[in-house]
């Protein structure tokens, strides 16, 4: 697997992993070298040149360079995934272990493609708790920061008839499409393309990312949500997300559900 890898100084680590975070990756991997520096490992875009682009100019203390990882240990936590239930009638599965399940049940295969996630994630489950009961027949869905598809697939299961989806990182979307002819989907449209970009407006927009990308995003979230429909925000902790909100008036937070420290909160626009 190809790596980006940012060598930066201890107490820009943080600093070093938000603008990881904030060029679309999905897991940050931080290594204390015996050098004295941190080095802080990524999967990004699908080249070299299209990485050190989205992750922009660096201050000059900091080296940015990629390295090739072998796969095969960060593939062995496989064997021990299992199925995800996120409604009594929705259950995510890895693609390599589909089951058995109740009549009536549906069951959403994914292949994480990487570090972009199953499905077990708490914000995760609850976006898709969240999708699976707001998506209504004939509803079209926005499904931003999409990572392996799972929502967008969620959305399209649930009966919406249109899903886009958006992510800044090129494997997401590859992951996504994939994902998405898994499960004999095709209605969902999936692209790199910014938000600020996105032309109309949904029934259901799906936001499960950071909170420092949803309040940058907070007036196109607010744009692309429908006047009569919901914007689902995760991704964000339980106890800290009131800045968040803040950066999303005048919509209204109408519902919120907590799972192991993580909230999803529903907003609606003020009638």
């Known amino acids: 697997m190809r790596m980006v890898e940012l060598v930066v100084p201890p107490a820009d680590a943080e600093l070093a992993a938000d603008r990881l975070w904030a060029a679309g990756a999905r897991a940050v991997e931080e290594i ?7 080095r802080l490992r990524t999967a990004l875009a699908s080249t070299d040149a299209l990485s050190a682009q989205r992750i922009g100019a660096l201050p000059p203390t900091w080296r940015l360079g990629h390295v090739d990882v072998d796969d095969e240990p960060a593939t062995t936590w496989r064997e021990f995934a299992n199925p995800v239930r996120v409604a ?3 259950v995510i599965s890895p693609a390599w272990k589909l089951g058995r399940h109740d009549t009536g049940t549906t069951e959403v295969a994914v292949e994480p493609a990487g570090s972009f996630g199953l499905g077990d994630h708490p914000t995760t489950k609850l976006a898709a708790t969240a999708a699976w009961r707001l998506v209504a027949a004939h509803d079209q869905v ?7 598809g799972v929502l967008a697939i969620v959305a399209a299961k649930a009966g919406a008839r249109r899903v886009v989806a958006v992510d800044v990182a090129d494997a997401a979307i590859e992951a996504t499409i994939d994902n998405a002819r898994r499960n ?5 449209e999936a692209s790199t393309t910014p938000i600020g970009e996105v032309v109309g407006d949904y029934d259901v927009v799906l936001a499960n990312i950071l ?7 907070s007036a196109d979230l607010r744009r692309v949500t429908a006047r009569g429909g919901v914007l689902v925000i995760s991704g964000i902790l339980a106890t800290d ?7 999303l008036v005048p919509m209204e937070p109408v519902r919120t559900e907590i799972l192991d420290g993580w909230a999803a909160v529903e907003l609606r626009h003020r009638r």
């Open 184 to 188: 004999d989907v095709h209605i969902v």
């Open 142 to 148: 926005l499904d931003v920061g999409c990572g392996s």
């Open 88 to 90: 009594a009638d929705l």
């Open 211 to 217: 909170a420092p990308a949803i309040v940058a995003m």
């Open 32 to 38: 204390a070298d015996r050098a004295g520096h941190v």
């Open 241 to 247: 997300h009131q800045h968040v909100l803040d950066a």
